[in-house]
């Protein structure tokens, strides 16, 4: 229920971790339960869907014709088609059809919010069976107000109006001062743990709704409901503050401290390419009218400023646009600083030792010891597995080097610049080998947006017996009836509808991004709180009717395709529309996404509290990381990859080539990774409150050099001159728990190992990773979970033993 909590468990970062191919060997399949012919037309027809806008749009012509050809008015229900008036509002709930619905539906939600408190509160005081249905209550309570905070903050960050973007803003503002209200509601508290204290209650109660209470009593002592009056004010006005530095410090992560890089005359001189520089005098002209014969003003726009960092050999050039390009400005600094300071204040208030020790104390991890464990481990091993053969590597291409330590040699400047060279000294190489080489074939080719969400079917097909089945949009439906493909996801085992996911590959202002919109939810018409009639215009319902199935909005940003002539097309006196073709990286992308559709859709609980991705931040990465896994396996690749005009499966040879060019930092990247995780947990420490203390928190916290010593510590590429840390957006949004990931790649890496990696297309393996995991959601502990899909019982306990384990290197 409480607001923080849920949006964060709605943002989602993605990071390179390049894993090397597994070179095993293949198996048969042959657990298809339907004929092959049918899957390759449905595998055709999903793939046109994505890949070919004059079919998608003759489809949703044609389906909704023939639904308001066969259903004509039936029993009052409404047809929506676009070739009536008629009209659905977004994702089928038909209050949201304008902007000013939008707002309707919170102010009528939170309404209905605050009469349903009270009548449950009425109730609880009533009869046993006013005790004995609070939870489950609560739990309609609270998918009540996030049903519209969920959408409001999908609309804020992915819709195309402004119109409707100013509306969900608003609608924020309605609901998240009645969600803080609710979160130190004492009376509602009370009943909840008293509920759960009786021994009698719970032996009547199912473990989901016991889970489900823990959780949310949790919640409420999290936002210090057991203290006097005063000091929770402070905790509700505390709260506010820290939000708001975050959302402060979010909006201005990109502002460079200046937009302007003074360079000598002789630096800038030093550049080669006439092109470049050209360009910059342009700019300089265009905009800073200041001319000067001893200096030149480099504009840090666009891609100037990285094309001096790849091809410049000028290092003092390299170095003073590197650091400005890092350096955040003095007020990002300060908004930093004031939330990590009041973040310490209000650890210490609720009498934690550090704001890393309360947010830690409900995640798998448990406590910051543990996580600071973990990551040394990671970080040695790292080192002895490659960093410093990595820098190495580049280290020869260092000229005039000051240091015989390579680690201390090499800076954060020389990377990209060295990165270069070694990749432009590998072709030179190849090319003595092999004076004319044929022309490497591009790999997206095989690889069109319609072909991997089609692949993707195919595997979960194999895996779960789950398929992908598009459905035509209603007017209204979606944010862009052109762009938006809506998917059922159906599981053919128990022949139902799992859920519906929206994809929208091409939004042109958000990265990669996965939105739960509705949870899977059973519906308490059993308690008569709420009926289908009520819902079935605000949700869409399962086939009897019982639940509300999920909803998934995925949004990526790649560029559509132009219109071109392309290809065998080309000459041919006509154009064809090329599909969106896609790199290796954005495959991993609608991969990794996909996992966490495929969590929520899979679940199989009833409240809404702790369904799907809703389980502990630390655990809710795995199936996303999971998925990259797959979708850097030679044997999926090879096996969903197909030619975009010729159909042809993608060839081993070339998808090995591809690799081989890949020249990747794999073991710095992942140790860098490290070093932000652990940057995360030094500025949410005890060391941190101590200082702070000290003053009476009335003292000034310098990130900063909390920042230049760790770097100092921690080395490789260290950065001891920008204020980086003030662009690092996960510092708020995660706040102690960036971790997360790489201890999920860890799970990953040895539930891959545990299951897939013999045979990525085993449904033996994925019924055991569904049941023992992916069903569950947050209603068993991942500790239980990973026991039970690894078959080691010593995990269960998820000690600092079992923390080992999974830190432990295969
Ligand atoms: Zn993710």
Redo the contacts with the bound molecule.
Sequence with gaps: MKVLTRLLRSQ???TRANKPLQLLHQRAHNNLSYSNKLVDATSRHLQKVFDDQKYFNDFTKTATKADTLSKPGLNGVRNYSIFNNNSTGLFKNELLSTPSGLIEFSKKSRLEAIEFVDSMLHEVNQNEQGRLTFIRKLDQLSDLLCRVIDVAEFIRASHPSTKWINAAQQTHEIIFEYMNQLNTNVELYHHLRDILDDPVMTAKLTSEEIQVGEYLKQDFERSGIHMDPETRNNFVAITQEISLLGSLFNNELRNLKSFWCEVSRSEFDSIEDETLKQEINGYQQKFSGVHSSSSVQIPLVGHIPYSILSNCANESLRRKIWILLHSSTDEQIETLNGFIKYRAFLARMLGHKSFAHYQLEHKMAKNPENVITFLTNLQNSSRDRGVLDEIKQLYNYKKNPQSTDPIEEIKPWDRDYLVAQLQQDIKLQQQKKEPNPKELEPIHNYFSVGTVVAGLSSLFSHIYNVTFIPEPTLRGETWDQEQVRKIKVYDHTNQRNLGFLYLDFWSPKVLPS?FTIVCLRKLNSSIGTESKEQLQDLVQLDEDKTSQLPIIALVCNFPKASNLSIGRFAGMGGSKEKPTLLTLDQVDIIF??M??AMHSMIGKTELHNLSGTRCTTDF??LP??LMESFSRDRRVLCRIGRHHETGAPLSEELLQQHHHHRVALEECDSYMQSKMAMLDQVLHDENVVAKLESTNFKGELDSTAIYHDLERQLQVFADEWSTWHGKFPHLFSYGAAYYS?LFDRAIADKIWHGLFAEDPWSRKAGEKYKNSILKWGGTRDPWVCLADALNNPELSKGDSHAMEIIGRKL
């Design positions: 989602h970062f993605i996965h990794h996404e996992g966490h809710v990465e996303s990381v990931y």
